[in-house]
């Protein structure tokens, strides 16, 4: 702990660090390694002898909410607990709405590493095989991880309120609380549906105009298609036999693809961004989309990526088989689920 007695002082360092555009600080040693849309990340080396560095991300104002930092910490906890194959840096200490600290942050172990997407160019065949490999491990892994619900974690590891990236969209961060909808846990897939049709519905009737895309609106009038959605979710609420049969609730991570995978000499180093992890059906691990490996760029990125994104998906369905999954779980591996779970799981525009 002598070595985290800092962290008041790091936190001030980035502050003046943003304000005055400086590359030092007194007593601390501070580099941006990355900012992104929700965190500026900084690589901390505290000034006291054979203290080890860390990662200190801190998000940008008004983008980042308390149950995302909840929800990763929770997440990163729970699988450097449970799932010893999936690496994942070590949580040292965070701050989930600047009350005890002076800001929000998570202070994490330093993974020393590369984005996968902006080393992949660089691999040779064999390299990218086994890097393939070793995702296709860990998504069996986390699909082998199961829960008797749908949701996300709380610091307990408790089930909770799911905090998915599509429901902070747009504005919808707005309404993602209990008063609006039900944001869970939920004990099944059929209450889960119906709360994502309501989630969307109350949006469509008191977003800002602003924040609504109404490109979509070119033939469809937001009121109509509003009925609609209330007209689908009623055709639900008392038709069981509308839903497939349950699913395995498994470990999603919610943002799994090459910036969120850290690599070094052709081994996965850790897998990062955990805040949109959550429990949710079996064939939502994958989405029907694959894991990307590499930011596409131009057709030539397309065929790679899609390449290699089928690979990883065909070397998981064979590594599942090869545990004694049945055809029925590995073909929701794959992403043969219930078409309305995924309607409902991204943003709900006229089609």
């Known amino acids: 702990m002598d070595n985290f007695k800092n962290i008041d002082t ?50 940008k104002q008004g983008t ?34 600047g009350k005890t600290w002076p800001t929000p942050f998570i202070a994490e172990e330093f993974m020393d590493g590369e984005r996968l997407s902006s080393v992949w160019a660089t691999y040779d065949e064999p390299t990218k095989l086994a890097v393939a490999h070793q995702i296709a491990e860990i998504i069996v892994e986390l699909a082998e991880t199961t829960s008797t ?44 549906v119906l709360a994502n049709y309501q989630k969307e519905i109350h949006y469509y009737l008191y977003a800002p105009e602003e924040d609504i895309d109404f490109s979509f609106f070119e033939k469809v009038s937001k009121d109509a298609f509003i009925m609609t959605l209330q007209d689908e979710r009623y055709d639900l609420l008392d038709n069981d036999n509308a839903f497939l049969p349950e699913e395995p609730f498994v ?6 693809h090459g910036r969120n ?4 000499g052709g081994r996965v180093q850790a897998v990062l961004r955990w805040q949109f992890a959550g429990f949710y059906p079996l064939s939502e691990l ?8 590499l930011e596409v ?55």
């Open 149 to 192: 619900g749908i949701g996300g974690l709380m610091l307990e590891h408790e089930l909770g309120p799911t905090v998915e990236g599509m429901k902070l969209s747009k504005g919808r961060d707005k309404f993602h609380s209990p008063l609006c909808y039900d944001i869970g846990p939920y004990t099944s897939t059929k209450d889960y």
């Open 64 to 97: 980042l909410l308390p149950d995302q930092i909840r929800n990763e910490v929770a997440f990163l906890t729970f699988v450097k607990k449970k799932l010893l194959s999936v690496p994942v840096p070590k949580v040292l200490s965070h701050s989930l709405d």
């Open 297 to 351: 760029k131009d057709d030539e990125d397309k065929v790679e990526n899609n390449k290699w994104s089928d690979l990883i998906v065909k070397l998981a369905g064979e590594r599942a088989k090869s545990r004694g999954w049945d055809e029925r779980k590995v073909g929701l591996l794959l992403g043969d689920g219930d078409p309305k779970l995924h309607k409902t799981r991204i943003e709900m525009v006229p089609r």
């Open 286 to 293: 994958l989405g029907c989309t694959g894991v990307d490996v």
């Open 261 to 264: 995978i850290l690599t070094k």
């Open 251 to 256: 470990l999603v991570h919610g943002d799994l």
């Open 10 to 59: 790091a936190i001030e360092d980035t502050k003046r660090l943003r304000q005055e555009g400086s590359s030092g600080a007194e007593g601390n040693i501070l580099y941006l390694l990355a900012s992104g849309g929700y965190n500026d990340v900084w690589l901390i080396s505290p000034p006291y002898q054979d203290a080890e560095r860390y990662v200190l991300r801190i998000p």
